[in-house]
Nanobody, 123 residues
Framework: QVQLVESGGGSVQAGGSLRLSCAAS????????MGWVRQAPGKEREGVAD???????NYADSVKGRFTISRDNAKNTLYLQMNSLKPEDAATYYC?????????????????WGQGTQVTVSS
């Protein structure tokens, strides 16, 4: 059974930083495309960043230069380092896994989802 468990969300002021973690069980984070998807109230889910099995990364334009996706294969954990946070980054952040090695850079590619972790950014 695949389980993705996020942690690290919280409330920060604009300009602050947070690091999200996603611990995987029943699934290898290095074996497929993994990503972070966020959803703000009243908005559709938005792909934030992804990393394929080869380690290539991709970012939404809105977070380029501020967010970094990474993984620790030994810990079987995915991370999202978020710096210079803005109020518009506030959302529920989900860890997701695609089940294939390549990333199509689209939300529908993901087959497995975590429960989400809340990020609040105050101005």
């Amino acid at each position: 059974q695949v389980q993705l468990v996020e942690s690290g969300g919280g409330s920060v002021q604009a300009g602050g930083s947070l690091r999200l973690s996603c611990a995987a069980s029943g699934y290898s984070v290095r074996s497929s495309c993994m990503g972070w998807v966020r959803q703000a109230p009243g908005k559709e889910r938005e792909g934030v960043a992804d990393i394929n099995s080869g380690g290539s990364t991709n970012y939404a334009d809105s977070v380029k230069g501020r967010f970094t996706i990474s993984r620790d294969n030994a810990k079987n954990t995915l991370y999202l380092q978020m710096n210079s946070l803005k109020p518009e980054d506030a959302a529920t952040y989900y860890c997701a896994a695609a089940g294939v090695w390549y990333c199509a850079h689209s939300v529908p590619q993901y087959n497995y989802w975590g429960q989400g972790t809340q990020v609040t950014v105050s101005s």
